[in-house]
């Protein structure tokens, strides 16, 4: 019997329950964005200025672009200019304390009350401590959105130095966003937050990637797939914590070549890495390559080339060896792309088995191989130019901007109603 994708998905946060703060006009926020993350700050900006916030946006040449110039009530902030890496010391030096001198200068005379930061800068250790408590000292309100609770312990580099930072900052922080219950469970555990502290606000759904109306067989077509091929794509920068070998075996050695299956690779090396991560799994897909089984474009996609990607794709590979939520999975949903993740953090909690994909042991490129060829055999695969409606309907249930937008809303309306404080 078909599960009923609207009855599997744990209930969402809907509109309806919100409190719908009718204060949205008089807030003014200022978006601290680190410079980066353009599909996240461009959904919560233009929601926010939908429901008639006020907003500065501290932003960077990254996040320059004529979308965000058009938004109501934003005033675009250049604070952060050019970040090219291949230059010199000096050079790095002069532009992050340029950077610091105009954001502390910022927020000595800035309006806004509330100063949301949704990424650190540069230097982490002084944003999450230093930074953080000048804008407390200011009479600021600090709203935090986690997206990773502990990066560094992700990644296998945890020190003291960087829990004491982080639990600084989460102490000072007025208000905390998380994605899931279980990080918000380990703000709770490991960093001594109040519960009542921290708000569990569903990811949004990518809209910033554009859409036009390329078909899946067109998008193939221009990246030379055949039509019978089975496309698996793999998406996003290339970082150890995303697993990206564990695809990479489960290709070469699960799966049978003769069932025509071709892997996509698209997505920027992370520069930190490449020596020794990235190029030993470039060497090793070089004859996959040669003989077009496979697909590597090791690079960062354009935003307007990325929907090429996802609509050429039959299927998306998640093989993370960890992670909290991921937005490479929504933005997948977004396309009404399937997907088989690796069975860690809450992906579980957003995948529906046989609907939206499977889940496969993580770091097991055997379980992998067989939840390919499970998907492939599937009637998810067999009908999935009627499914991809069905996931882009089911991912909008629960990660609609709205939800976002007008949970974020309340709480700014209830910190600018409650006195200043400096720590828990």
């Known amino acids: 019997m078909p599960v009923d994708i609207d009855q599997a998905k744990p209930k969402p946060v809907k509109s309806s329950d919100l409190k719908g703060s009718a204060a949205g006009h008089d807030i003014e926020v200022s978006l601290l964005t680190g410079g980066s993350?353009?599909?996240?700050?461009?959904?919560?900006?233009?929601?926010?200025?939908?429901?008639?916030?006020?907003?500065?946006?501290?932003?960077?040449?990254?996040?320059?672009?004529?979308?965000?110039?058009?938004?109501?009530?934003?005033r675009f902030l250049k604070l952060r200019g050019d970040q090219n890496p291949h230059v010199s010391l000096l050079k790095k030096t002069a532009r992050i304390l340029g950077y610091y001198s105009k954001l502390?200068?910022?927020?000595?005379?800035?309006?806004?009350?509330?100063?949301?930061?949704?990424?650190?800068?540069?230097?982490?250790?002084?944003?999450?401590?230093?930074?953080?408590?000048?804008?407390?000292?200011?009479?600021?309100?600090?709203?935090?959105?986690?997206h990773n609770v502990n990066t560094a312990k992700r990644d296998k580099k945890d020190t003291a130095l960087n829990r004491l930072t982080l639990r600084i900052q989460y102490r000072l922080a007025d208000h905390s966003f998380v994605h899931t219950e279980k990080m918000k469970q380990e703000l709770i555990s490991e960093f001594g937050v109040q519960a009542a502290r921290i708000s569990v606000i569903p990811?949004?759904?990518n809209n910033f990637a554009p859409q036009t109306g390329l078909t899946p067989d067109e998008a193939k077509q221009r990246l030379s797939i055949r039509h019978d091929e089975k496309a698996i794509l793999f998406f996003g920068r290339i970082t150890p914590y995303k697993g990206l070998e564990t695809l990479v075996e489960a290709f070469q050695k699960g799966l049978p070549h003769a069932d025509n299956y071709r892997l996509m690779i698209a997505g920027r090396p992370e520069e930190a890495t490449e020596a020794g991560y990235w190029f030993p799994i470039r060497e090793a897909l070089r004859e996959d390559v040669q003989k077009g089984r496979a697909l590597l474009r090791a690079e960062h996609i354009p935003d307007e080339e990325t929907e090429l990607y996802f609509k050429a794709a039959d299927v998306l590979v998640l093989p993370y060896r960890d992670i909290y939520q991921s937005g490479i999975l929504f933005l997948g949903y977004s396309f009404g792309l399937p997907a088989l993740a690796a069975n860690v953090g809450s992906l579980k909690d957003e995948m529906v088995e046989g609907r939206t994909g499977f889940l496969f042991k993580p770091e097991d490129p055997t379980d992998l191989a067989r939840a390919i060829e499970r998907y492939f055999a599937s009637d998810l695969y067999r009908h999935l130019g009627r499914r991809r409606q069905e996931i882009q309907d089911y991912a909008k249930q629960g990660h609609d901007w709205n939800i976002v937008g007008q949970a974020t809303i309340d709480v700014y309306d209830g910190l600018l109603k409650r006195p200043s404080q400096t720590t828990n």
């Open 37 to 74: 993350d353009k599909p996240y700050v461009f959904g919560l900006a233009t929601e926010l200025s939908a429901k008639g916030i006020a907003l500065d946006l501290i932003a960077s040449d990254e996040l320059d672009s004529p979308e965000f110039r058009g938004i109501p009530r934003l």
């Open 203 to 205: 990811l949004g759904i």
């Open 104 to 146: 502390i200068n910022y927020a000595a005379t800035a309006k806004p009350k509330v100063f949301h930061i949704l990424w650190n800068n540069k230097f982490l250790h002084f944003d999450r401590t230093l930074l953080t408590y000048y804008y407390k000292l200011l009479g600021k309100k600090v709203v935090l959105t986690v």
